[in-house]
């Protein structure tokens, strides 16, 4: 298993990064962040030991992450606190996202050596094939809302498929990236797996690299920013990027039961979650009682939720109420930064929201719920369309004729419809605008990890025979 490289460099060595517990304020990590110069090296020794990781057998890479799922599972509570201790991620949905990863390294483990393409019918004495093989050498960088879950997905399925990674784990939580990718390495032929800790200049090093696949989970902003280094260089970008996800009330619904989803929505993990409920419409016949229990559970969950990731992010949520209240919107709970040490910030319910207020238009990524009241479906239909984002949706509603025009029309990669966030175990769908490009999860992304070569068969004739 390697570690962070150590070639030298001429460059000044830049200042150590020091995360913070967004709880406390006190100190919990402290990292190098990795030179230009190492980044080029892990590139390199990636490059070297790809061909012999493609060739070995598909089911020793799958038994690599077998072991490796073992081996995080031997570990889970310290890796949930370590999460929660970087992150504020209360611990037990911090020790979720560590199951989670563990399962994902489990169904990537059997998905692999079955993973393969298929034959075509052509002439009788040839034979024509389409053949997955891996795309080299993958870069991989990881968020910080969800570490382990996120991160064994994306090394799971390049790894298996044959691909050689490096691997930057988020600056904001590099223990728990670097604790988890080290159980993985352990398990992989040296070079394989490296990990390297940094910044946003690690990340803009490795994205620019001579590598075949940049795989991204994280802001709009860096998303884009990857796929110009891709349009370059001629890597694929595979980017799951911010999302600014609507959620639609219709008439006819129990009002205390939709806005108990809106509140698991837009409260979850602080609001941290890449489909978080972002914004709300909602019908105007049940606009009143639904704010008003909304308002009640967001109180409630006041008890239940951690801190932001830190002050850096309380600041843009803030900012983003703040807006908000200035152009007319009103707070009906929450909405003030608490005193005292960490980063916390409460539940917050904003009503009478503008369509182009920032609350609404742009990724707050916190526990605020904007809520709009809209005169019936259509509207609100055709104002969570209005985005420059497409992650994911959710609709409320009883009448399935509603619903069915919702699925077909919301411009986005994933749409659930009486559960905010429901879906079936392996489910992957293609984020649309600015939230990114390619399959994240589920078996779909070992097609994403390998390039498809068509084989095509024929027949010498024998020697003296002729054509």
């Known amino acids: 298993m390697t570690s962070l490289l150590s070639a030298p460099t001429t460059a000044p060595p ?65 890796l949930a606190e370590l999460t929660t201790r970087e992150t504020g991620k209360p611990v037990d949905d911090a ?17 692999g050596p079955v993973h393969g393409g298929r034959t075509l019918n052509g002439g009788w004495s040839a034979l024509d094939v389409m053949v997955p093989q891996p795309r080299g050498v993958a ?32 600056e904001r939580c590099p223990a728990t990236g670097r604790r988890f990718a080290e159980l993985l390495a352990a398990q ?51 980017l799951e990027n911010g999302g600014n ?27 941290q979650i ?30 239940r939720i951690g801190p932001l990731v830190d002050r850096r992010h309380r600041d843009h949520v803030d900012g983003h109420v703040r807006a908000a209240l200035a152009a007319g919107a009103q707070v009906l709970t929450g909405g003030t930064v608490p005193e005292g040490p960490g980063a916390f910030y409460p539940p917050t319910v904003l009503a009478g929201c503008g369509p182009r ?53 919301l411009p986005v990669g994933a749409v659930k419809v009486n559960d905010v966030f429901g879906g079936a175990p392996g489910g992957a769908s293609h984020p649309r605008g600015a939230s990114g490009q390619g399959f994240g999860y589920g078996p779909e992304l070992l097609d994403e990890m390998t390039a498809t070569k068509l084989v095509h068969l024929g027949q010498a004739p024998d020697p003296g025979r002729g054509a």
């Open 14 to 78: 830049a200042d150590p990064l020091v995360v913070l517990d967004p709880r406390t304020g006190e100190v919990v990590s402290t990292i190098r962040v990795t030179t230009e110069a190492e980044c080029a090296e892990a590139v390199e020794r990636a490059r070297a030991t790809a061909r012999g990781w493609a060739r070995t057998p598909a089911a020793e890479r799958g038994a690599a992450l077998r072991a490796a799922a073992d081996a995080v599972r031997a570990v889970a509570d310290e």
């Open 95 to 111: 020790r979720g996202g560590v199951d989670a990863g563990i399962g994902t390294l489990e169904q990537y483990a059997e998905l």
């Open 139 to 170: 870069v991989v960088l990881t968020p910080w809302n969800d570490p382990v879950a996120v991160a064994a997905g994306l090394l799971g399925a390049a790894l298996v498929t044959g691909n050689t990674v490096v691997h930057k784990p988020s």
């Open 188 to 238: 992989l032929p040296d070079g394989v797996l490296q990990i390297l800790d940094g910044d946003a200049t690690t990340g803009a090093a490795l994205a620019a690299a001579p590598v075949d696949v940049v795989a991204h989970v994280g802001s709009t902003a860096t998303g884009r920013l990857i796929a110009l280094a891709c349009a370059r260089s001629g890597a694929k970008a595979l």
């Open 245 to 271: 996800d609507p959620l639609v009330v219709d008439e006819g619904v129990d009002p205390g039961w939709a806005a108990e989803q809106a509140a698991l929505g837009a409260f979850a993990n602080a609001g």
């Open 274 to 303: 890449c489909v978080s409920v972002e914004r709300i419409y909602v019908h105007a016949a049940v606009a009143e009682p639904f704010l008003a229990a909304l308002t009640d559970r967001a109180r409630e969950w006041g008890e």
């Open 357 to 409: 207020m920032a609350v609404l238009r742009e990724e707050t990524f916190g526990p605020v719920a904007p809520v709009r009241v809209v005169p019936d479906f259509a509207t609100a239909l055709a104002e969570a369309s209005d985005d420059a984002y497409g992650l994911a949706a959710t609709v409320l509603t009883r009448d399935m004729g509603h619903a069915q025009e919702a699925w077909r029309e």
